[in-house]
C-alpha cells in the first residue's frame, strides 16, 4: 500500500479552526503494517492494517510532554519519543492523532523500512525537536 509521511492535510486545516489545542489534548501514536494505506488525506484513526503483537495494544501510545514552541518565524510541537517495552511487533509506519478530537489525524511517519522489535524495545527515534526538524512544524 502506501504510507506518506507529513502533516495531515485535514490538520492543517483544523489549525486554522481552532479545533486542536495540543498541549492540553491526549495525542496517541499507532503502528502500522506496511499493508497500510496512510496517505496525507487521512482524517482518522482506524485499526485497518494496525500492527499486532506481543507488547502493542491497539490505538497504541499516549505521547507525552507534548508541547508547543516557537523559533523564528517557525512553530513547531515536540513530544518524548514513543516506546514499547518488551515488544515483539514488526512495523512500516505510523499515525500521531488527537484522541481528545475524535480520533483526528495529525500526522503520518514512514520508517521507510519494515522495523522489528524482538522481545526487546521498539522506539521511534523521532527528529530533534527544533523549528528546522521536528516532525510537526509551521513555517
Not at 77 to 90: E, H, K, L, M
Request: charged fraction near 10%.
Amino acid at each position: 500500500m502506501m504510507i506518506t509521511q507529513g502533516q495531515t492535510d485535514s490538520f492543517k486545516a483544523e489549525l486554522y479552526q481552532a479545533i486542536h489545542d495540543l498541549p492540553a489534548d491526549t495525542l496517541k501514536i499507532a503502528l502500522y503494517t506496511a499493508a497500510a494505506s496512510l496517505p496525507l488525506s487521512t482524517l482518522v484513526y482506524s485499526p485497518a492494517e494496525e500492527v499486532v503483537g506481543v507488547g502493542y495494544a491497539a490505538g497504541g501510545l499516549t505521547l507525552t510532554n507534548v508541547t508547543v514552541a516557537y523559533s523564528g518565524s517557525t512553530a513547531y510541537v515536540s513530544f518524548d519519543n514513543p516506546a514499547w517495552a518488551g515488544s515483539s511487533i514488526v512495523a512500516r509506519g505510523a499515525l500521531v492523532y488527537n484522541n481528545s478530537k475524535a480520533d483526528r489525524s495529525v500526522a503520518i511517519i514512514d520508517f521507510g523500512a519494515d522495523k522489528t522489535s524482538n522481545a526487546s524495545t521498539f522506539t521511534i527515534a523521532l527528529p530533534a525537536n527544533t523549528a528546522a526538524s521536528a516532525l510537526i512544524r509551521s513555517v
